[in-house]
C-alpha cells in the first residue's frame, strides 16, 4: 500500500533540494517568489551555490539535505529546484536516507531517478512535475492545476486537449 503525504494548505513550509544542475540566482529569486505566491512557504537547503560546474552539491550534501527535510515535521513537501544532470549519482547514497514518512515529493528530468526510488522502495506516492527554479520560476505551468493537485483537490482539474476515448478511471 502506497503511502500518501498529508494535502498542503496556505502556509506551509515546502523544503527546496538541490539534486541536479547548478542554479542560477535569477530563477532561484523567480522560484521563490513564485512559491510564496501560491501561499506557501519555500525553504531553502544551505549553500545553494556551492556547485562545481555540474552538480548543484555534492551527493552526500544533497542526501543530508533530503534526510533532514523528512526529518522536519514542520516540512510538508520536498521540491527540486532543477534537473538537468547528475541526480543519478545520489542512487548510490540512498539508503542513508533511511526511513521517512510521507510528504509530498515533486520533480521531473533526472530527478525521476529519486521520485521513482521513494515510489519503488518507500512506498510513497510522488510527483511528476515541475521544478521550483526552472518551470516555476518561468511561470510555464498551471498554477490552478498545479494548487489543486498539492491540496489534495482532484475532482476539478482541467486537463487541456481533446477527448479520444469517453471513459472514467480510479
Known sequence: MYKKPEKLKKGDRIGIFLPSSPIKNEFREKGINEI???GYIPVEVEDVFAGNGYSAKE???TIKDLRSFFSEKDIKALWAARGGYSANHLLRYMNEIGEVSPKILIGSSDVSYLLWYFHDRKDMVVFYGPMAFSSIAKQSYDRKNLNMILSGNYENIEI?????KPGSVK
Open 59 to 61: 551527493p552526500e550534501e
Open 36 to 38: 510564496r505566491e501560491m
Open 160 to 164: 487541456p486537449g481533446i477527448i479520444l
